[in-house]
């Protein structure tokens, strides 16, 4: 069972390339959402889907786009690398049942020169 | 806006001590709380749920508990091992919504 699993696990950009963060899990999870981790920060939310089709906004979803097409894939798309985007993104997947547990791919750690 | 603390910030022991981290919000009206490990370059594991009716869960020598009305949650962690050495989030998610809100952790490292 793999879980959740994202790639690339690195990958480095120059400022103004674009580039898509893949994500994708296996166990039917209705929800699923991307984070990125800053140092002193936290994680915080770019953007969540509730199911096929269905997407929001959380709380930095500025440069960023998704699309839900399908119930196993949450592709995170950066329209134009800033340096500011330089983190860790982690992807997560959770089901309306089993009292919306969390699970986390193992991150992409992103670097904008 | 829910806010999440984690105190202390870092925290070191050695190996074979009992301790005990400490998250609280803001905005008691969660849906549930989560506590996850995160080692260095690597992705966030759930070590305990707990729900919001719920007062306490238990995993091998974890054991976090919940107070809604006061807005804490405490990760005990029995007879500690160098192996624990990690970061430890907390995270919540307020009812309503299917987003985690999260601490910034605390970084724990047990000494031998």
């Known amino acids: 069972n793999a879980g959740v699993t994202q790639t690339p696990k690195f990958q480095v950009l120059k400022t103004g390339q674009s580039m898509t963060l893949q994500c994708a899990q296996d166990?039917?999870?209705?929800?699923m959402s991307w984070y990125r981790q800053d140092p002193g920060m936290g994680l915080r939310l770019i953007h969540y889907?509730?199911?096929?089709?269905?997407?929001d906004q959380g709380e930095v979803p500025n440069g960023y786009n998704v699309s839900r097409s399908t119930t196993e894939d949450f592709p995170l798309r950066l329209l134009s690398a800033a340096p500011s985007q330089t983190s860790v993104y982690f992807c997560?997947?959770?089901?309306?049942?089993?009292?919306?547990?969390?699970?986390f791919g193992q991150g992409t750690r992103l670097t904008v020169v | 806006k829910q806010e999440v603390t984690q105190i202390p910030a870092a925290l070191s022991v050695p190996e074979g001590e009992n301790l005990v981290l400490n998250c609280s919000f803001t905005?008691?009206?969660?849906?549930?709380l989560q506590w996850f490990r995160q080692d260095p370059g690597k992705g966030l594991t759930s070590l305990l749920l707990?729900?919001?009716?719920?007062r306490e869960q238990t995993s091998g020598r974890l054991n976090a508990s919940l107070d809604k009305s006061s807005g804490r949650s405490t990760l005990y962690i029995a007879a500690s091992q160098p192996g624990d050495s990690a970061t430890y989030l907390c995270?919540?998610?307020?009812?309503?919504?299917?987003?985690?809100?999260f601490g910034t952790g605390t970084r724990l490292l047990v000494s031998p």
């Open positions: 995270a919540v998610m307020n009812t309503g919504f299917q987003k985690l809100v």
């Open positions: 889907s509730v199911g096929a089709g269905i997407t």
């Open positions: 997560a997947s959770s089901s309306r049942q089993d009292h919306t547990e969390a699970f």
């Open positions: 166990m039917n999870h209705e929800y």
């Open positions: 707990i729900q919001s009716s719920q």
């Open positions: 905005d008691s009206a969660i849906y549930n």
